[in-house]
């Protein structure tokens, strides 16, 4: 299937359509809805400069395949976006990616997905090919409409191609782990995120903090011997970022089953400096405190209500039952500029109804 035959499709569309990859994020957000509109024959690299630090990749490509390649020049997403198991074995696409917008643990260091994305090339409702971007930030100007797709839900249309920053492997990383409460971590993790200190990534779980620290030897060298704690051997602390990174490691696995079970897992947004949260649950913190995970049984509303407290929101991440909504509510001027961008590039309302709020 080329470009071509896609725009025909979306013209054509009588009933919403329901963008679709290997489906390994269809667990996200409300659930899917419409007839599918595959991306996965629009697969493969367009351009690579390692040199350039971009790539650019058709939206139906193996994210596994993408930094496959990538690694074969040590370079990386730096935003570690999360591999989910989808159907038939895969573990999501680029273009998935970028729709849902989901980053792992370097994302309060590095960035975000939204953060390296240059550019993308889209169909919108009315089936026309659009090109946003470029290959370099300073050939971004105007309305940065490719960022505005990055956790859009592929509710603006379907994106076909992006282009992406990337950025070399560090030439050290050490990892820390330190005998912490809670309320002692989120302190550390602040106080440390204003020193010059190489931290890539953090977090805190069941009493336990680790730091992730990357980049030239002599700095994460120095950094060691400043704050202590002790080294975890190479091998495990590698294990444990994976398994951070992709949702797979002890406290998700048991987030899953304790789900199974009728709780919630939600995922909170904060200001890193918000303090300790006393809510009935196991909780996990990263991205040095602004990111929270929660698997609880606690009401919908009044979780919103405690996080909001706190200049904070909720997200719900995984549930049997959601009809208490996924996403923070909007305020009606955010619902208003939501429905006009909506209306912008799809009018007829064919991309993904729903996924973002059942409303849009």
């Known amino acids: ?13 009588r009933t919403p359509l329901r963008i679709t990859g290997h489906g390994s994020k269809d667990f996200y957000g409300e659930a899917p809805q419409g007839e599918p509109l595959s991306t996965l024959e629009l697969n493969g690299v367009t351009a690579y400069e390692p040199s350039e630090l971009y790539i650019s990749v058709l939206a139906g490509t193996p994210l596994f395949d993408v930094e496959a390649l990538l690694a074969q020049h040590r370079q990386r997403f730096a935003f570690e976006p999360p591999r989910y198991s989808g159907g038939p074995g895969g573990t999501g696409t680029v273009g998935g990616m970028v729709a849902a917008g989901l980053s792992g643990p370097a994302r309060a260091a590095l960035g975000s997905v939204r953060d390296h994305l240059l550019g993308a090339v889209l169909i919108n ?16 100007a105007g309305f940065d409409v490719s960022r505005v797709l990055a956790g859009s ?15 070399p ?8 782990r330190f005998e912490f409460d809670q309320a002692a971590a989120l302190m550390a993790m602040n106080r440390w995120g204003g020193e010059p200190l190489p931290i890539e990534a953090s977090a805190w779980w069941d009493g336990a903090l680790l730091l992730r620290l990357a980049g030239a030897q002599a700095a994460v060298e120095a950094a060691c011997a400043k704050l202590g704690g002790d080294v975890i051997p190479p091998e495990l602390a590698g294990a444990f970022w994976l398994g951070l990174r992709d949702q797979r490691d002890e406290f998700f696995v048991g ?20 303090p300790e949260l006393r809510l009935h649950g196991e909780q996990l913190v990263d991205w040095g405190g602004a990111q929270r995970w929660v698997v609880t049984p606690m009401e919908p509303a009044a979780l919103r209500e405690a996080v909001a407290a706190v200049g904070g929101h909720a997200t719900l991440f995984r549930a049997l039952d959601k009809t208490c909504g996924v ?10 500029i939501h429905q006009r961008l909506k209306a912008s590039f799809d009018p007829n309302g064919v991309f993904n109804p729903g996924r973002l709020y059942p409303d849009l």
Not at 125 to 140: C, I, Q, R
């Open 125 to 140: 409702g009315a089936g026309e090919l659009l090109s946003f971007g470029g290959t370099v930030m300073k050939n971004v």
């Open 327 to 336: 996403f923070a509510p909007l305020s009606p001027p955010l619902a208003a």
């Open 169 to 176: 492997l560090p030439a050290a990383v050490t990892t820390l």
């Open 1 to 13: 299937m080329n470009f071509a035959d896609l725009q025909a499709r979306i013209r054509e569309a």
């Open 255 to 274: 987030a899953e089953r304790a789900v199974a079970g009728g709780a919630r897992l939600w995922r909170l947004s904060l200001p890193s400096t918000a």
């Open 153 to 167: 839900m592929g509710q603006l249309g379907l994106i076909t191609e992006v282009t992406l920053k990337v950025m």
